[in-house]
Each structure stands twice: as C-alpha cells, then as structure tokens.
C-alpha cells in the first residue's frame, strides 16, 4: 500500500503540469501521498486540515471534502478514548452530508457514507448495533446499485457478511472463496482519475490472508 | 512522503516566490489551553498549517498582499483575520471560542431519564428496557428497575416519587394514552398494552417536568415510536403464552406494519401451579397497524391504531359469604387510534401536532352484580416552536383533553347509572435559554381549565442546569402541578377542583468512561387532595378537597458498563418519606402503596462465545402498610417485604433466530402483599380477611423469535426481554 501510494504521489507530481488546475492536483495530490505516514489520530486530524483548506478553496469538488470525512472517520476507529470518537464523527458526518448532496449519484460517497456509519456502530455495538448495521448496509447497497463493480464497496459487504457469520456462529471462511475472487478482480476497476479513491486492496489481502 | 522529498518540493515551489512571509502564533481555547490539531490557513489558497502539541503555528507563503487567515477546529467557532503579507514574521495568536451546540450543551436532568439519544451520556436506552430480566417484555416493568420507583405486585402499575398510580401519565409521540394498562381482577397485576419494541426512545421523567405536560401530579412516560424501518421483514414470534405474526412493508418515503396477535395462557397455567382458580384462563386478540410516511424532507406523519380483546374468569373467596368462592368474570375491549405529524415550518418554526382516541369497555360480573364501565377519550394537541436564536428557544401550544367516563352497576335489586364528561383545555408556553453550553434555564408556564369542574388553573415551572466540568453537573427543578380527581369521584360530583402538588427536585449527575452517578433529593408538597366527609358515596357533598400530603426522599443510581468485560450493571436504590391525609383516612398516615426502601440491581453478561445474552435482576421493596379494619391504628399493619431474583437468558441461535428463555423470583422468595378483608363484620364483630397473594410465585417463559427479510440477516435482538 505505502509503496504503491508513493509511487502514485510521484507521478502525480509528474502530471501536474498537464492537469487543468495544477495547484489543486498539485495539492491533493500531494496530501493524498502523506496518508502511507499517517500513524495517529493527531497525523490522520493534520492530514484532514489539508483537505479541508482544499476543499474551502475548490467548492466544486468533491474529493477534498471525501478524503477530509475519510480521516475523521479513520481517527475515530485509532482513538482510544471512546468518549472523543462520536465528536470526530461528528466532523465526518457534516462532509458526507454535504458529499451525498453534491453527488449524490457516486458510488464512492455511498461506500463512503456505509463506512461512516459503521464508525457510528463501532463506538457502541451493544446499543447501535440494530440500527447502524441497518443503515450501512443501505448505504451499501445504494453504493452497489450505483456500481455493482466498485470493489470498495464489494469488500465492506464482504467484511459485514464474514462479521455477522463469526457472531451467529457461522463459518466465516465460507465467504472465501468470494474474498479470494474479490482481491483476484481488484485491478480490473479502473478509478476515474489517479486522485480518486483507491483504497482497499490490502484489506482484501488481509482478509485473503486470513482464510489460509 | 518523506520529509525531505517533502522538503524539496517546497522548495521547488518557493522559486518563483520573490518573498515569503511567516505567520506564527498560539491558538488556545478561551482560558488558555492549547489546542492541538487545530487548522491554520490562507483562505482560498493551498497554504495551511496545524498546530502542534503546544498550539503554536508556524505558515510559512509565498503570497503577498491582502490574504485572509482562517483558524478551525472542531467544536469551537472558526476564526477569521485579514492580513497584510510583506514577507516578514507576523504573529496572530487565536483564542477561539467554543462553538454553542445543543446536543454538547448542558441538558435538564433534574427528574428525567432520558433514552435513545445517540450521544453517549445516556443513563437508559431502550434495548436495556428490552433486555432487563424480570420486566418481561413490559414496559412498565422494566420502568421499575429505575429510581424514584416502588414496586407494587399487586398492581404492577408505576408508583412513583411516593404517588399513586394515577398520578402517573404516559404518551405516545406527544398524544395521551387515556388507559395504558390492560384490564386485571382486583389485585392481580397488570401489564401496559404497548410493546417496547414499537419504541425508538423514552423520557421517563419522575418530576419537575416541562409547562408542555400538565394533568400528572407525580410523572410521565414519553414514548416515541420507531421512524421509517429499513426493509420489508416479516417477524414471527412464538411464546409460551402466545404468539404474534408482524409484517412491514416499504414503499417510497413510507411504510407500514400489521401485528396480529393472540395470547392464551391456559397451557401455561393449567402446567405451573396458580394461586388461584381460574375459571377462564386469560385470552386476548390484537390487531394493529402502524403507518409512517415521510411528508417532506423534514416533516413526518405516524398513525397507530389498535384493537385489542381479553377475558377471563377468576374465583375469589367471597370474605362477606364466608369465605365461598365466587367468580369474578372480565372482559375487556380497548381501541386505540394515535396519530402524530411533525414538520418545519419555513425556516425556523417547527411544529409537532398529535390526537390520540381511546374507547375503553369493561364488563365485570362478579357475584350477583355486573359493572358495565366506559371510558372514550380524546386528547389534541399542538405545539409549535421558534428559535429566536440557537440559546432562546420558544415553545407554544395548546391542548384538549376529553373524556367521556359512564359506569352501570346492576346490583341483584338496585341499579346505578352514572356518568360524566369532561374537557380540560390547556395552554402553555415556555423559553429555554442557555448562557452558555454550561448553563441553562427553562422557564415556563401553563394554564388549564376544566368545564365540568369549572375550575381554572396556573402552573408556573421552572428549571435548570449548571455544568460544573465537562462531566458532572447540577440541575434543579420546580413546579406546580395539577391533575383532575380521579374518575371514581368525579362520577358523582363536580363540586371538586383539580389536586395539587408542588415539586422540589435537586439532582447531581456525573459520567464518565461508561460510568454515571446520580443523586436527586426532592420534596413534593401535595395540596386539594380529594377527601371523604363520610357521607353516602353517590352524593355530591360527600366530597372535598381537604385532603393533603407530603413526600420526600433520595434516588440513587449507579451504571457501569467498563468495569467487567462484556458486562454491564446498574444499582438503583429509593428512599421515600411520606405520609397523606386524603380519601378515606381518618388522619394522616403512610399509605399503602409506599415503600420506604427500595433496591433493584440489574446485570447483563454478553457471552459471545456462547451467542448468549444473560440478564439477571435483583428487587427489594421494604414492607408496605396496610390497613385492617379490626385494629384500632389505621394502617398499621405491615406487610411482608417484596424480594424477587429474576433471570433471562436469550441466544442468537441464527442470525435471524433467537431463543429466549426467563423466569421470575427463581429463589422463591415468598411474596404477599397484605391482607385484604370482609366489607361487613361477621357475627363476631370482626372482618375476616385473606392473604393477598401474586397470580403465582413465580413465572417462567420460553419463546422463539423469528425475522425474515430479502437478505436474511436481521433479526430481533432489540425484541429480546
């Protein structure tokens, strides 16, 4: 993951005399490569910093304001004090709202929004499990509907269904198989742009890993 | 990326730049405190920083002229400055000031048990009203694991904060339920009418409540129910007692779900041994159908109606026959019709209107008499709210209670007919207002009049709330209160007016990591309590408002979800002061239904090993009062204390299967609840008397739950007792 993010930060830096706003690709771009260093919650809140100011500065776009909601999500899941994670999703929450309005008809901002709504779920299975696996699994179904072949959201239903199996007493390694298929077919999707979302191979990896 | 390459690229970016310019400073939050994390930058370009540990800031940009420096950090107010770049050192330091925002700010807990909120600071929810053993699947029940409550099983209704059980209202999505509880024989417990899984959230406010609620002397249960569900399903549960057949069904910004059910409780009976002869086992028939349908972006309509059909026979000695047994025979027909819409209206006003309809009817035959008893009752009511700004907050409404109460009584040679009617209406309005998050008020009042009693009424409330950290606070509450008397009596005469008290709550409450302490002290001060001149029952005159009362006591509770892995455990203690002259008492006296010490400890264990979730609830009552008429002292005669162990286990069999199991007072404990006596003297001068007994000792149940959808992954772990 670090290398193939490297990799893409440089050429990106490389492309950025060809793209129509070169500051904007230049920025994003940029901030996309830090997230291979993100460790903690403080690296993940100045990672977000960035693509807020980006995204102040490029209303029309939606990735800036993906990726801020994106970190804010992913700091409520290192943090360890369970008090502060509701506040981070909080943040995360007024981006996918304003995401989901913006463009409401990408897939990437469905799984995006069942990503966030498994952080709501996260903080307090016990008493948001009912509700949150309801509603992110909506949003996931939206986001394949939008597009079957999304592997981001493929994978997401993937880890929901293997969860859910562990706790009823299934046999998680009966989706396999699907996992298997699943990291088989990864690079056949193709993002639109190298700056659009792009993550989740090596957690289909992992999960790969996890049926040997 | 590595810091040099990062390094480099700044560099190759700064070429062009003839001038750079550092902007440096410290942002802290209003007293000083750094903040770290917070985003410092040039608005509209790609130049930005965070601070460090310390707050400092350091920006370093290559633009020059007129630029506006933008500070943000979640949860205060962003912070704007214009600056004027010439390439050298500008220092900015930034005190933001918290963000207002009502879900962090301080909230009236003066009374209140609040539930289904998201936020963390919850004391109650409703999966734990669903998974607490011992409450069974009842509303109510599981109510009485809470402070401020006595248990009464010979009731089973609330008691609360040393009230009787009328002066406790429940509602659903804002409208009154007129008769919340089914039917039973005198002195046999009863359970509510509702499911608890029709509900997303409750407020169970024990006093102190806001001007919106008014014709409750000692609380009221707020119940809302569930909004839009997420797929069609089907649910199909099967109890030892009965079983229920649910169906939801979607369709674009709507919904709506069928319920039949029918209990039987004669296998069940027939195989665990009763205390008393049951003639007729208990049997009911439900029918009800719920509909939601979203109106606008913002606005949402909800309409529940139901039907509902039980009897039963139940042999009782007859005390004035010597002790001969004679049936007492009941059959109960409710519906129920509520229906609520809430929307914005514009921008700022909002507005939640709601009517609920009851018809009641018991037919009671019982030895050579038979009562015919019908209550039909309305309420309506609107509320509306306008936000002057996010710290003052304005709420008007009005409401219409009516009931229609008629009673028949056949005796073998005489008849009554009796029956009155009566409106309430009602105004209110009240202003909540925040200095800040730490502080807040609410002030308010309310004005009733009743045209059968022709009287009118004001009720000033008042309350609030102080923050004293970020995790314990103070709130205080004081209000007036009144409630028309109660149907008995108005029955017969209207020279009554409505009975007062006055509440005086103070209640510290503190959470922290999954833990919250709570402590309330109150006094409640009852005035116009209806009396009895002892004259004949059916005339006007033998009726006053002369009674009065106190109660005063301390409610504790305890929660802990952190301490034991996978556990979680609340402890809740009440002790009640109180004393009441009214109804029938010669002189003031501690009445019946009053427990001065009252405990109940509350355990759930996740097993995930085993899929299991195990509940375990303990509750102890100190012994009541009761009144036998052979003794000189009016009530004083102590009853047994209450003491009940209860289990449930529920297992996730399947992702869609659970298996429930659960029963009460495993110990044995032996539970009675006095004596209950002849209405004449025997030849002897004396009233015999019995034990009052429970149904049985104890009550066990299996049942099995079964969800189906498309996808086959849902199931009813939130359905769970």
């Known amino acids: ?212 | 990326m590595k810091r040099t390459e990062i390094s480099i690229i700044t560099i190759l970016f700064c070429l062009n730049a003839f001038t750079q310019t550092v902007i440096t400073g410290r942002i802290t939050e209003e007293k000083g405190e750094p903040l770290p994390g917070a985003n410092a930058y040039l608005q509209g370009t790609y130049d930005g920083t965070s601070t460090g540990e310390n707050g400092i800031f350091n920006l370093k940009t290559a633009k020059s002229g007129s630029q506006v420096l933008k500070v943000e950090f979640m949860g205060y107010e962003p912070f704007i400055q214009n600056l004027d770049l010439k390439g050298d050192t500008i220092h900015v330091n930034v005190k933001l000031k918290e963000a207002f925002n009502q879900l962090n700010a301080v909230t009236i807990t003066a009374g209140t048990f609040e539930a289904g909120d998201k936020k963390q600071a919850v004391t109650i929810t409703p999966i734990d009203m669903l998974t607490t053993a011992g409450a069974v699947g009842d509303v109510f029940g599981a109510l009485q694991s809470l402070p401020g409550t006595t248990i009464n099983g010979e009731s089973g209704r609330l008691f609360v904060k040393g009230g009787d059980s009328e002066e406790s209202q429940t509602y659903i999505d804002g409208s009154l339920v007129s008769v919340p509880y089914n039917s039973s024989a005198p002195n046999q417990a009863t359970r509510g009418r509702f499911s608890p899984w029709m509900f997303k959230g409750t407020i169970f406010s024990t006093g102190g409540y806001s001007a919106e609620y008014g014709q409750a002397l000692s609380s009221v249960l707020l119940l809302s129910t569930n909004d839009m569900p997420a797929e069609d399903q089907l649910d199909l549960s099967f109890l030892t007692v009965g079983l229920e057949v649910a169906g939801t069904k979607l369709w674009k910004n709507g919904a709506v779900t069928g319920t039949l059910s029918y209990n039987n409780l004669a296998p069940y009976m027939s195989l665990v041994p009763q205390n008393y002869d049951w003639g007729k086992y208990p049997e009911s028939a439900t029918g009800a159908v719920s509909i939601r349908q979203k109106t606008s972006k913002t606005g949402m309509f909800k309409f529940y109606s139901s039907f509902d059909n039980g009897s039963f026979m139940l042999s009782q000695e007859n005390l004035d026959a010597a002790g001969k047994p004679v049936d007492y025979k009941l059959k109960n027909g409710n519906q129920f019709m509520n229906a609520s819409w809430n929307d914005k209206l514009g921008e700022k006003w909002s507005v939640i209107t709601a009517a609920s309809f009851t018809n009641n009817t018991d037919d009671i035959q019982f030895d050579q008499t038979t009562v015919a008893k019908q209550i039909q009752g309305t309420h309506l009511k609107s509320v509306f709210s306008y936000p002057f700004s996010e710290k003052f907050i304005l709420k008007m409404g009005g409401e219409l209670f009516s009931k229609k109460f008629s009673q028949n009584v056949q005796f073998p040679n005489e008849k009554h007919d009796n029956s009155f009617t009566n409106h309430t209406f009602s105004g209110f309005t009240e202003a909540q207002i925040y200095a800040s998050t730490k502080f807040v008020t609410r002030i308010g009042g309310r004005v009733e009049y009743s045209d059968y009693l022709n009287s009118f009424t004001v009720s000033p409330r008042l309350s609030a709330a102080y923050k004293i950290t970020d995790k314990s606070q103070f709130s205080a509450a004081y209000g007036w209160f009144y409630q028309n008397p109660v149907d008995d009596y108005l029955l017969y005469t209207d020279l009554l007016k409505p009975e007062r008290v006055d509440h005086y709550t103070f209640s510290f409450q503190s959470s922290a990591n999954s833990r919250t302490i709570r402590a309330e002290l109150y006094y409640k001060d009852y005035k116009d309590l209806v009396k009895l001149t002892g004259g004949e029952f059916y005339l006007p005159t033998s009726y006053n408002n002369s009674g009065s009362g106190y109660a005063k006591g301390l409610d504790l509770f305890w929660r802990d979800k952190k301490s034991i892995k996978n556990g979680d455990y609340w402890v809740s203690y009440s002790y009640v002061d109180t004393k009441r002259d009214y109804r029938n008492f010669p002189e003031e006296a501690i009445p019946t239904f009053a427990s001065r010490h009252n405990l109940s400890v509350v355990y759930k264990h996740w097993f995930g090993k085993l899929r299991s979730l195990a509940g375990a609830n303990f509750r102890y009552s100190s012994p009541r009062v009761f009144n036998d008429p052979n003794s000189p002292i009016f009530n004083g005669e102590k009853m047994l204390a209450y003491r009940s162990l209860d289990l449930s286990w529920s297992f996730l069999y399947r992702q869609h299967i659970i298996i429930y199991g659960a029963v009460t007072n495993v110990l044995d404990f032996k539970n009675e609840f006095g004596q209950r006596y002849s209405n004449n003297p025997n030849t002897n001068g004396q009233y015999p008397g019995a034990a009052i007994q429970p149904g049985s000792n104890q009550f066990y149940v299996i049942g099995c739950f079964i969800t189906l959808t498309r996808k086959g992954n849902a199931n009813q772990l939130d359905k769970i007792e």
């Open chain 1, 1 to 212: 993951m670090k290398k193939i993010i490297l990799s893409l930060a440089v050429v990106l830096v490389s492309l950025v005399s060809m793209a129509q706003k070169p500051e904007y690709y230049q920025a994003i771009g940029e901030t996309f490569g830090q997230y291979a260093t993100c460790k903690s919650v403080a690296d993940f809140q100045a990672l977000g910093n960035k693509f807020q100011m980006i995204a102040a500065a490029e209303k029309s776009e939606w990735l800036p304001l993906y990726y801020h909601a994106q970190c804010y999500i992913l700091m409520s899941f290192i943090e360890q004090d369970a008090t502060k994670k509701d506040g981070y999703l909080d943040v995360a929450e007024k981006s996918v709202t304003s995401l989901l309005e913006m463009v409401p008809s990408e897939s990437e901002v469905s799984v995006l929004n069942a990503f966030y709504l498994v952080g709501r779920l996260v903080v307090n299975p016990m008493e948001r499990g009912q509700e949150y696996s309801g509603l992110s699994g909506q949003a996931l179904g939206k986001a394949l509907a939008l597009d079957a072949t999304n592997p981001r959201a493929q994978l997401l239903q993937l880890q929901m269904e293997m969860g859910s199996a562990q706790f009823t007493g299934q046999d998680p390694k009966s989706f396999c198989p699907k996992a298997k298929e699943l990291l088989a077919n990864w690079d056949n999707f193709k993002p639109k742009s190298p700056i659009h979302p792009n993550w989740g191979k090596d957690q289909a990896e992992g999960v790969v890993k996890g049926c040997q």
